[in-house]
């Protein structure tokens, strides 16, 4: 998702760092613009080396202009959000004012705008301000928040900006336009951690993203979710209530510990092997020897025996290959008893840590290709997929 980020003055400029941050560690593609008044709060080096693309504040930019103009900015964005947004910006916002980038920007895009407003809890509260965000909600602005609390003032009260992780969790979750109100998903994501020593593991590349996208998808269809998770820095999405774990074992003690479930969705990269017998204290390099050998034992196969389960939830799974897609991925669909398996290719920078994905996805009978888009929008195709075949079988 590619999400423009407007920030405009106020002390809490400063949290659009971390919002940044958030968006892109969901795989969001991230460019800000700064007004005027938000380059004195926060300043364009941090935001550029944050989002990893120029931050422009100017309309008159003559070289910005030259590459991607102002036109070609709003349609880029596939979602913008103004954050914090002062009581100055929304008051222009409301007039249709374009007298800035950022303004006119608004007034360019037809991407959907949020604005998540900060300031002094006596200026939220005046009456013009309710009269701007009443305009701007009729016209489909989303507001999120303000939050309540102490404020740089010193006052106490609405006025805070919301949290960035809050911010990125509204803005990044789906909708969809399945119902599963009363079903409990549980979802597995993230790479596992085979421990060799106290410092050293067994790892794999996988991020979570995958897995938190359907957990965010699951959860905008209205199920209550269970993500289990292998270390990562992803927020949690909204209203999901995440397990963390760090190996192949506990990851398999906390999906035995979920009581009930009617869909199992395994996105998670499980180690097949563990150390037999992790050092206890860190493995000394022997000056002599040239090689080191680490006796591996398998793991149990989680998905496996969550298909065993009865009452069986409908259970899907994901396969990643380097070679003969369907082929090893509906011999692995068979054999661990799944009743769905979505392929993908990994290996040369596909689907591992990447912000996109493309899905084959096999049930007995059927197939279906999902074809290469961001994670998030593969995740609500996929729960409209599951949900379809479910209602079949
Ligand atoms: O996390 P990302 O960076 O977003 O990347 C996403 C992904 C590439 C990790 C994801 O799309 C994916 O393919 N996940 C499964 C990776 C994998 O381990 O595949 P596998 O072919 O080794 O395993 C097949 C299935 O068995 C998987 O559903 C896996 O969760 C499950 N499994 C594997 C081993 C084990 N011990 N227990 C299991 O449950």
């Known amino acids: 998702m590619r999400i423009l980020v407007g920030i405009s003055g106020g002390i809490a400029a400063y949290k659009a760092i971390t919002l940044v941050r958030r968006l892109r560690d969901a795989g969001c593609e991230v460019q800000v613009v700064l007004t005027e008044s938000a380059a004195q709060f926060v300043t364009p080096l941090s935001l550029q080396a944050v989002s990893g693309a120029p931050v422009r504040s100017s309309l ?76 701007l909600k009729a016209r489909g602005v989303r507001v999120i928040g303000p939050a309540s609390g102490a404020q740089a003032c010193g006052e106490l009260g609405a006025g805070r900006m919301e949290e960035p992780e809050a911010i990125a969790s509204a803005l990044l979750a789906p909708t969809s336009s399945v119902n599963w109100q009363g079903k409990r998903v549980v979802i597995t994501a993230g790479g596992t951690r085979e421990p060799i020593d106290p410092v050293r593991f067994i790892a794999n590349r996988s991020s979570g993203k995958m897995g938190f996208a359907l957990a965010a998808s699951a959860q905008a269809a209205g199920a209550a979710v269970t993500l289990i998770c292998g270390p990562n820095a992803l927020p949690t999405p909204s209203g999901v209530t995440r397990i963390e774990v760090e190996t192949a074992l506990e990851m398999q003690a906390a999906v035995m510990g979920v009581a009930q479930m009617d869909v199992f969705i395994g996105a998670a990269a499980v180690a097949d092997y563990r150390v037999a017998e992790p050092a206890t204290h860190k493995i000394k390099k022997i000056i002599d020897a040239d090689t080191l050998t680490l006796t591996l034992v398998k793991n149990p196969d989680i998905i496996r025996t969550v298909a065993l389960r009865q009452p069986k939830p409908f259970v899907v799974g994901f396969a990643a290959e380097t070679e003969q897609l369907n082929h090893y991925a509906h011999q692995k669909r068979v054999a661990k008893g799944m009743d769905m398996i979505c392929a993908n290719w990994v290996g040369d920078g596909l689907a591992f840590d990447q912000p996109d994905n493309a899905l084959t996805v096999l049930w007995a009978g059927g197939e279906h290709r999902l074809m290469r888009a961001e994670k998030f929008t593969l995740a609500v195709q996929l729960v409209e997929l599951i949900n379809q075949v479910m209602k079949q079988s």
């Open 60 to 135: 008159f930019d003559a070289a910005a202009e030259a590459g991607m103009d102002h036109i070609a900015l709003a349609r880029w964005a596939d979602q913008v959000i103004i954050a914090p947004a002062s009581a100055d910006v929304l008051a222009r916002m409301a007039n249709g004012m374009a007298n800035d980038l950022l303004t006119t920007l608004v007034l360019a895009t037809s991407a959907p705008v949020s604005v998540a407003p900060a300031m002094n809890r006596q200026m939220w509260a005046h009456p013009a301000v309710q009269v701007n965000i009443a305009t």
